[in-house]
């Protein structure tokens, strides 16, 4: 998982039993020109293709998904009503021809894909446009046409969590059991900024906004932002060691001539989110540290083990107080980064963690009771030279506070069918390299620890 794909792209045509016929330019002319005049369309006639001409769809990267008896898999709409894994580049003519591909190699005695039940365009099934276009163009259709392959899916999908269930009530955690528990979670879908409208108590605090460029609320970023990669690679690492959520602070300096932010330090929290008293102490300690090596508190991260990396109505609450507090009294500018890193949500380009840079500004005057705007930060990363003893002691601090919690990653378990959690976190990690190549070596040592948690 996670590798390039491949320069010349391999055209994946076998759908199984349910896989869609494939229209000519032609046929779909006829076919929309005939719709709505009494003449009935199968199923199988109404392509990708289809609902991207009639505007029901768009193309787009990593928009169709599927999950599959704990598996997760992203796909690209492309402008050809065509599919590209993202994992492997591979190309599929059809949902089915793609579902099927994949459902095999989880269960390699799958028959057929159900790709319209099985695959979803942004959260929903693709059966639900194929639907929508039966109500548009062909009122008077038989809605059973689309809707028995949705149920078959979601008898098959039933049967295997009963058998899981039945199976992890009498034997320990296996392979994938990580991957199966992750049916559970609630996907939850980001919302766009201006459907928020005014404060709502009823509203789920923990619903997540995408984020707005400054450039689209007509400012311009009030400061530059540079991060060092020893911050990254500490910040993932701390993300990549439990489900829960963490927490943790940044370090750095706040330049007020050049208007720049450098972040260079990640402190850790190493503490349980509920455990207020200890929490006091932990941040306490921190602060002590930032004193000691000449550093200021410029922001703050979290993470969502596996979600978006995009804020939640609670954590754009979070970062507008962080930014009050470090304004201070004196109405001086300093700004407050806050970083989100998701470490397995399914979503993700590879292996590599999402990490997003975010601000917040203050909604307009003349309406004070709306959101604050979760806004992008553009930043620059740059690379360290060598792996500090620092970073690595704090690195080994968190393999010891973990290691007898409940929620820690059982890293010999599997991310994706041919990678490893320990994998997952490695090649993670690789992508905050320092310059000096030996910090691999180094890291192994802390692997091994890993590695003998579970």
């Known amino acids: ?74 796909g690209d709409l492309l402008t050809d009503g065509k599919i590209r894994w993202v994992e492997t580049g591979q190309i599929f003519n059809s949902p089915s021809a793609w579902a099927t591909h994949c459902k095999r190699l989880v269960n390699p005695a799958k028959k057929s894909g159900c790709g319209w039940a099985s695959v979803r365009y942004r959260g929903q099934k693709l059966v639900q446009y194929k639907t929508t276009w039966l109500h548009k163009y062909q009122p008077s259709a038989d809605m059973s046409l689309v809707s028995e392959e949705d149920d078959d899916e979601d008898e098959e999908e039933g049967k ?19 991957m199966v528990s992750r049916r559970t979670d609630r996907e939850r879908i980001p919302v766009r900024y201006c459907t928020l409208g005014t404060r709502d108590a009823a509203r789920d605090p923990h619903t997540l906004v995408e984020l707005s460029a400054f450039s689209a609320i007509n400012r311009f970023q009030p400061f530059n932002v540079a991060v060092s990669s020893n911050v990254l690679l500490l910040m993932d690492f701390h993300c990549h060691l439990t489900t829960s959520e963490v927490v943790g602070y940044l ?26 008293d200890l929490a006091s102490a932990v941040e306490e300690e921190i602060c002590q540290n930032l004193f000691m090596r000449g550093l200021s508190l410029v922001g703050w991260y979290h993470s969502h083990p596996r979600g978006p990396a995009l804020p939640s109505l609670q954590d754009i609450d979070s970062q507008m107080d962080h930014q009050l507090r470090l304004q201070g009294s004196n109405n001086g500018f300093q700004p407050c980064l806050g970083i989100i890193c998701g470490p397995y949500y399914h979503g993700n380009q590879g292996v590599a963690s999402t990490i997003t840079p975010f601000w917040v500004v203050p ?50 378990q599997y991310w994706c069918p041919d990678t490893t959690m320990m994998d997952k976190i490695k090649g993670s990690l690789s992508c905050h390299a320092p310059k000096d190549q030996a910090y691999s070596q180094i890291l192994e040592h802390v692997y091994s620890q890993l590695g003998s948690m579970n």
């Open 1 to 74: 998982m996670g590798s390039e794909p491949p320069s010349s792209p391999q055209v994946v045509e076998d759908g199984g039993e349910e896989d869609e016929e494939e229209l000519s330019g032609g046929e779909e002319a006829d076919l929309r020109s005939s719709s709505g005049r009494g003449s009935l369309l199968t199923r199988r006639g109404i392509t990708l293709r289809v609902l991207l001409k009639d505007g029901l769809v768009e193309p787009g990267d990593g928009v169709l998904a599927i999950h599959y008896l704990g598996k997760n898999f992203v």
């Open 160 to 178: 295997a969590a009963v058998q899981a269930d039945d199976k992890n009530k009498n034997t320990k955690p296996g392979l994938h059991d990580v």
């Open 251 to 276: 370090g750095g300096r706040w330049d007020t001539n050049t208007q720049l932010l450098t972040v260079l330090r990640a402190f850790p929290c190493r503490t349980r989110l509920a455990d207020r």
């Open 363 to 412: 909604p307009p005057e003349q309406r004070p009771n709306d959101y604050g705007i979760p806004v992008a930060v553009e930043v620059t990363y740059v690379q360290d030279n060598f792996l500090t003893s620092d970073v690595l002691n704090e690195m080994m601090l968190l393999v010891d506070y973990y290691r007898a919690a409940p929620d820690l990653v059982q890293f010999n």
